[in-house]
């Protein structure tokens, strides 16, 4: 455990603290070493054999927010898929804030699909903010191509929060379902079914999109609320 955190202050970057803090305002400045993402991923590949990492994983909830990412980042190097998902049930309830969040993009999942979607399906009934905020990254990370299902909407739309972090995410996944589904997506613009803010949201994330056409953009610009 003390290896492991003097190895994270080993990389600390003083000016780079400065400039993410302000990326994360929910997380407590004291709490970020300041680190940057390829030297924390770098760290994790290097010691994800380390006989401590057990017991770096199970000391929960960690002090410092680059113990989340490295904890994060260590988590998707796992390539046993049903290992991956009993990992993540330990640590999604301590995930507090969206950087973290992001971070969790396990490579085992590409293979797993149609487990992983059972998994999905239990965290977006979450009451913890960022397990439900992964949820709904997941299912537009993996399935809003070739897996699409119009029920994955269905399921986005089920989510009632007025977490900004939650609502965010929900905003992203129909920008995205727009660049890649948009036939079955436009309809819920068209009806106007999200709420105002995340209604106007979703155009406006994607008439930003390079993969949204001029036509298309000037269409949704039509639809604001």
């Known amino acids: 455990m003390l290896v492991i955190i003097r190895e994270l202050f080993e990389l600390q970057d003083i000016q780079y603290k400065s400039f993410h803090s302000k990326l994360i305002p929910d997380i407590d400045p004291d709490t970020i070493i300041g680190i940057r993402v390829p030297d924390l991923r770098k760290l994790a590949k290097s010691i994800k054999n380390n006989s401590e990492i057990n017991l770096f994983k199970s000391d929960l909830p960690h002090k410092y927010y680059e113990e989340n990412n490295l904890h ?3 988590i998707c190097e796992i390539e046993d898929f049903d290992l991956c998902i009993q990992e993540l049930n330990k640590f999604l309830p301590f995930v507090d804030n969206w950087a973290t969040c992001d971070s969790l993009r396990p490579k085992c999942f590409k293979s797993n699909k149609d487990k992983l979607l059972k998994s999905i399906k239990e965290w977006i009934k979450s009451e913890d903010t960022y397990t439900v905020r992964f949820a709904i990254e997941m299912l537009m990370t993996h399935f809003l191509d070739a897996e699409f299902s119009c029920d ?49 949201k979703t155009i406006q994330k994607a008439v930003e999109s390079y993969r949204i056409t001029d036509i298309q953009k000037l269409y949704l610009r039509t639809l604001k609320k």
Do not use: G, R
């Open 72 to 74: 994060a980042f260590l």
């Open 152 to 200: 994955f909407h269905n399921c986005v739309l089920n989510v009632k929060s007025e977490e900004y972090y939650i609502k965010m995410m929900v905003a992203w996944y129909f920008a995205t379902a727009l660049a890649k589904q948009w036939d079955s997506t436009i309809k819920i613009l068209e009806q106007k079914i999200l709420p105002d803010w995340t209604h106007n």
